[in-house]
């Protein structure tokens, strides 16, 4: 008898334990932090959306959203928290930040696996090529037509799968895990072109300019170039627009107060004057303002 009343002491709170774990709010992936305690967001080096400044400050577009977005809803200064671009959704999902500051764009899988913050820009795919173009590239069909032509591209990143789309060969299309990493594989001529968003782009050569500047203004004349025009596929019917956002766990309530925030924000003129400095004109700014991200088609470019 005493067996029997030990094993149904033992089913009863095995069962119990059992019940409570799958009540758990953890199973439901981890919350945001309350209002009173700093946000951890990730980031990934890549001027203009997110980088270091020589004093070691971390500024950007992306960044920026998130702090003015922050203040107006009075959360502190979030704990920043860097991260290879390719690792920062694995991040979120594993609980070690609560949110993404680094020029996302939505894409239909990061959409299913991420809640997107309404845009905060439009953008579309640039090409980095070598001064002059001499491979005359213009359009992703251009890189895949061309033998010769091989294509850097940021790991994990949506331009990554316009060019596997484009039916760009795996052995011409080189990943790295940095904007730095593909213009150090450009202008070493181990690719011919790199594709990013254009905002990026413009960024990198107005720095590579400055850079010339100061040391000779001969190098000046052999520095890459954007590719003008460019085309995701060829014609110039073949544009793509993306629009990058601050991203969270799905579920996460945060999100909705972010948006909320942004909402107000987004194309009032402290916004525009802020970004800026960052190359992200009226032209930018206009198409998403005031438009949830629902609201709007296209295809991510980062």
Not at 4 to 18: D, S
Not at 19 to 29: C, E, H, K, Q
């Amino acid at each position: 008898m005493r067996l029997i009343l030990w094993l149904g002491l033992v089913m009863t709170v095995t069962v119990a334990v059992i019940v409570s774990i799958g009540r758990s709010p953890a199973l439901d992936g981890p919350q945001s932090p309350g209002p009173d305690r700093p946000l951890r967001v990730g980031y990934a080096i890549e001027a203009p959306y997110a980088f270091r400044d020589p004093g070691g400050g971390l500024y950007g577009e992306a960044v920026d959203m998130m702090r003015a977005a922050l203040r107006r809803i009075g959360r502190p200064e979030p704990v920043w928290i860097h991260a290879e671009f390719g690792a920062l959704m694995h991040e979120l999902d594993m609980g070690r930040i609560d949110a993404i500051a680094s020029g996302l764009c939505r894409a239909p899988e990061r959409a299913a696996r991420l809640a997107f913050s309404r845009p905060t820009a439009a953008v579309q795919p640039g090409l980095l090529v070598a001064a002059g173009n001499p491979l005359g590239l213009h359009s992703l069909a251009d890189v895949v037509g061309d033998a010769r032509a091989r294509l850097c591209v940021l790991e994990q990143s949506v331009e990554q799968d316009m060019a596997r789309r484009a039916s760009l060969p795996d052995s011409r299309l080189r990943t790295r895990t940095s904007a730095a990493g593909c213009l150090t594989e450009l202008q070493q001529g181990a690719v011919q072109a790199m594709m990013l968003s254009v905002p990026s782009l413009r960024w990198m050569v107005r720095q590579l300019e400055q850079q010339a500047r100061s040391a000779s203004q001969t190098r000046a004349q052999h520095l890459p170039e954007l590719a003008q025009p460019f085309w995701v596929s060829s014609g110039p019917d073949g544009s793509a627009i993306g629009y990058p956002a601050l991203a969270f766990r799905r579920g996460d309530r945060l999100r909705d107060e972010i948006d909320a925030a942004l909402a107000t924000y987004i194309g009032s003129p402290e916004h525009l004057q802020r970004v800026s400095v960052y190359g992200f004109d009226e032209g930018l700014i206009a198409p998403v303002r005031g438009e949830p991200l629902a609201g709007l088609r296209g295809t991510a470019t980062r």
